[in-house]
């Protein structure tokens, strides 16, 4: 057995030590991914999104059965929007907004259908699920902790999208000292020109937040680590 596998990146060699990596999984909720719903009634191509569906999991398949533990993120709101700040729900004019009715439930609110993740990527029983109210997946949730509790130092960040909340969450990664790789053809955007600038500034400059590759690339690295040498301690979120 190899004692760190390696993934080929840009801009350098990305490596996985065992034991300490984790697939990060954000956002591939209904409300964003499915035809009709809240994505798509802004005006955007929610094809472009459902592109990263069937790479993204196989990369899952492939952490799940080497043991490397899976976090999926989902952005929504309480109820009574009190964690929604103003600032965020009446920008624009959409068509529809945060806890307005929407064609899976009010939209981006907890416990709706529309919030929760697809059913192609669905968690699984042990799997954590971090509920976030903003676009960085550490602000006002538990990952850190989680993190933290696992041992976890490397990041494989996936989901959508690539500008908003994969870039933010690498970004508040970085500067809290994880290393993460993105996992290029398992993130996308509405916007493919935002998808491409997005992959070229996490690596720009040496790699100023992070590396990227394709899950060809991932997968095979993946698959190349001991088995079975995550830490045990990682539990779901509550």
């Known amino acids: 057995m190899t004692e760190r596998a390696t993934v080929p990146a840009t801009p350098s060699e990305f490596p ?8 990060v999984v954000i956002d591939m909720q209904r409300d964003f991914l499915l035809p009709g719903g809240f994505g798509e009634s802004l005006g955007n191509d929610v094809s472009l999104l459902r592109q990263t569906i069937e790479p993204l999991a196989g990369l899952i398949a492939a952490a799940r059965s080497m043991g490397v533990p899976v976090i999926h993120t ?5 109820p009574d929007l009190s964690d929604c700040p103003p600032a965020k729900l009446n920008r624009g004019e959409p068509s529809a907004r ?22 192609e990527l669905a968690p699984i029983p042990g799997e954590v699920v971090i509920d976030k109210p903003g676009k960085g997946a550490f602000y006002a949730t538990e990952l850190s902790e989680v ?3 696992a041992g976890i130092t490397t990041l494989l960040v996936t989901g959508v999208t690539t500008e908003v909340c994969v870039h933010t969450t690498v970004r508040e990664a970085n500067d809290r000292g994880y290393r993460c790789l993105v996992v290029s053809d398992c993130v996308g955007s509405y916007f493919p020109e935002f998808h491409r600038v997005g992959l070229e500034m996490v690596a720009a400059q040496g790699g ?9 690339a991932v997968v095979p690295a993946l698959t190349a680590l001991p088995a079975g040498q995550t830490p045990l301690n990682l539990t779901p979120a509550k």
């Open 16 to 23: 996985l030590p065992p034991g300490q990596v984790a697939l």
């Open 74 to 78: 989902r952005e929504g709101h309480l």
């Open 98 to 119: 945060i806890g307005d009715p929407g064609a899976f439930g009010r939209i981006l609110i907890r416990g709706e259908y529309g919030h929760d993740i697809i059913d």
């Open 147 to 149: 993190l933290e509790s």
């Open 208 to 216: 100023i937040f992070g590396w990227v590759a394709d899950s060809a």
